[in-house]
């Protein structure tokens, strides 16, 4: 006569099953998780380019700039925060793009209090109609693309927003698993993104 098995027994050997499989199929999945942070497109003409804050290596800057000399853009507005010791991001920015053989003159640097992606949103959006800027180009790091497209669609439904992807070291939707900063990065990214219809 055999042993009555408990209750618990089947489903949780579904439970081990399950778990080794999303195990052993890791790398598809985490791969789709880092990927869906991203909506960026090649790079078209536009009005301006709009370089997001928030991006300290500079990345962010050089990719705007470069579409410059390419002629997708003919300047590009920089927003940024008052930082550190009395430095200004957007100006810190641009006097590192200068050095790195920009001209200063297709910067128009906008600093300004934002603290989100939301705020810098309605910030930077009536200075685009001032502007007279009708196309727009959101520069700022690939993980970041998606939540940032939706959020300036969402403040100025009357201009045309597409984001172009600047690289950051501590992502790569192939693999950002596998570094500290990458997982902070999607991490936090996903908290964003999760927590933005409720203005969090």
Do not use: C
Request: proline share 7%.
């Amino acid at each position: 006569m055999s042993a009555h098995r408990p209750r618990w027994a089947k489903p949780a050997v579904a439970a081990i099953v399950l778990g080794a499989l999303a195990f052993l199929l890791r790398k598809p999945w985490l791969t789709v998780i880092g990927a869906a942070l991203i909506t960026a497109q090649p790079p078209a003409k536009a009005d301006i380019a709009v370089v997001l804050a928030g991006d300290f290596s500079g990345e962010r800057i050089l990719r705007a700039a470069n579409l410059v000399a390419a002629g997708y853009v003919p300047r590009v507005l920089i927003s940024g925060q008052n930082g550190p010791f009395d430095g200004q991001e957007a100006n810190l920015a641009i006097a590192f793009a200068v050095r790195k053989g920009h001209p200063e003159s297709i910067f128009i640097p906008a600093t300004n209090l934002a603290r989100s992606t939301r705020e810098e949103a309605a910030a930077l959006t009536p200075i685009l109609r001032r502007l007279g800027a009708r196309r727009v180009l959101l520069i700022t790091s690939d993980f970041h693309t998606a939540r940032a497209v939706r959020l300036f669609r969402r403040a100025a439904p009357d201009l045309e927003f597409a984001a172009v992807a600047s690289p950051a070291a501590a992502f790569d939707p192939a693999d950002w698993w596998k570094s500290r900063e990458g997982r902070k990065t999607v991490l936090l990214e996903w908290i964003k993104t999760v927590t933005e219809p409720f203005g969090i």
